[in-house]
């Protein structure tokens, strides 16, 4: 199949070569990150759904889900919710297929209630939390686009792109890592941290700083002296997490805000900032790569909770980062490479408007010495783009 694919030198440094680089990655527990868990839970739920049921994934999308903050009075020992957290699943979804009626909105409550049990163990369902659901029918046309079945490969549902790069530099390897280490094995020994870890890193010459937003749980903490090791052990994880992948200089703060002469500390009941004023929304956090990336492009696109069939804001999203990684892993020479798929409404989903891979390769190395292998991969990967669905349906892929 000839498809559309242009390899070209990226004309501008290597991001881990610029002076100053900025890196995010919002944790599990942060509110717009509990949002994008919750409208993935319930995706990946109303999809299994429609297998099971029809045997076929039906339109649907959860990628508008809301979280409205609640009101909370931590106190060292054990606080109280005062205000549940109030979260609203938004989308649009199938509900009758061939005249039987689905389950999709207790479907939606259900993966939602489990999902956050398991990401924010320490907010009650029901009484520090509240999920509503309201689901609408999906657009008549868009749902023509959606159930092509005599196409093997799906139709696009829309005119949008995503965009991929790899291979990380040491700072974004920093900042993920040490927001999943922190919320799994770290946590699994420090239940007194809570999932709404943000971290920021920032990179000026051979210099890192990296700075850590910890939300401690309150009934894990005694007192005053009791946080502050608390703090004084993340620090000291993330300084030497931090070290295992760089041997530039590396400075750790956490929780700046902090003062303790006025007795103001980043603490909470549950864990989450979410509990006490903060809001949330899908599509404000983490990219699909799990960073928020200033000095690379990147898709405003919600990748969260839309539908993995035929979802372009999905799909080329996490097929970029995926085309990225692949190429890197695979083609010797490369220093910098951002890849950026383009779909158009209506055509098969292997067969973008334009896959565009820009590379910055490695002193001593010619685009040319390398465009046939660039070339080949991309279109390896771009064939087997309904693995994507078969990734994220199954749970093998994050997208946030």
């Known amino acids: 199949m000839d498809r559309n694919i242009q390899v070209s030198r990226l004309d501008r440094q290597a991001v881990e070569d610029q002076e100053v680089e ?3 990655r919002k944790g599990i527990g942060h509110p717009d990150s509990i949002c994008d868990g919750v409208a993935e839970s319930v995706s990946r739920a109303l999809s299994q759904l429609y297998l099971d049921r029809v045997g076929k994934v039906l339109h649907y999308n959860t990628d508008e889900t809301q ?5 909370a009075a931590p106190a060292f020992g054990g606080g109280e919710v005062v205000e549940p957290i109030y979260i609203l699943i938004v989308g649009r979804a199938t509900k009758e297929y061939d005249g039987e009626q689905l389950p999709v ?9 489990d999902y956050l049990s398991e990401a924010i163990p320490e907010l009650e369902y029901g009484t520090d939390v509240v999920v509503d659901v309201k689901l609408g029918e999906g657009s008549g046309d868009l ?3 959606f159930g092509e079945e005599t196409q093997e490969v799906p139709m696009a549902n829309d005119t949008s792109f995503g965009v991929g790069h790899a291979p990380l530099t040491e700072t974004e390897t920093i900042v993920r890592e040490a927001e999943r ?5 770290y946590h699994d020994d420090h239940p007194e941290l809570g999932p709404d870890v943000k971290i920021m890193g920032k990179r000026e010459g051979d210099r890192i700083d990296i700075t850590v937003a910890a939300a401690m749980v309150d009934a894990y903490v005694d007192g005053l002296d009791d946080y502050d090791d608390a703090v004084a052990s993340v620090r000291e994880y993330v300084d030497d ?3 295992e992948h760089t041997d530039r200089e590396v400075h750790v703060d956490v929780n700046t805000a902090d003062d303790y ?5 980043y603490l909470t009941v549950t864990g989450t900032s979410a509990e006490q004023g903060d809001d949330g929304s899908v599509g404000r956090g983490n990219r699909a790569n799990g960073l928020i990336t200033p000095n690379r492009p990147m898709s405003m696109e919600a990748t969260s909770g839309k539908n993995p069939v035929n979802h372009i804001g999905k799909i080329y999203n996490l097929l970029s980062t995926r085309v990225a990684e692949s190429v890197t892993e695979e083609v010797d020479g490369i220093r910098d490479l951002q890849v950026r798929l383009l779909s158009q409404i209506g055509r098969p989903i292997d067969e973008p408007h334009v896959a565009d891979a820009q590379i910055v390769t490695e002193d001593g190395v010619e685009l040319g010495d390398i465009e046939a292998d660039v070339l080949a991969i991309v279109d390896r990967e771009l064939a087997d783009v309904t ?10 892929v994050s997208t946030f």
Request: hydrophobic letters at 45%.
């Open 67 to 71: 979280l409205v903050a609640g009101r």
């Open 261 to 265: 002469d006025e007795g103001s500390v």
């Open 181 to 185: 280490a922190l919320n799994g094995p």
């Open 143 to 145: 749902q023509d686009v």
């Open 387 to 396: 693995d994507v669905t078969r990734s994220v349906i199954e749970g093998d």
């Open 105 to 113: 909105d207790s479907t939606a409550l259900a993966a939602a209630r």
């Open 22 to 24: 900025i890196v995010e």
């Open 241 to 243: 997490l931090a070290r």
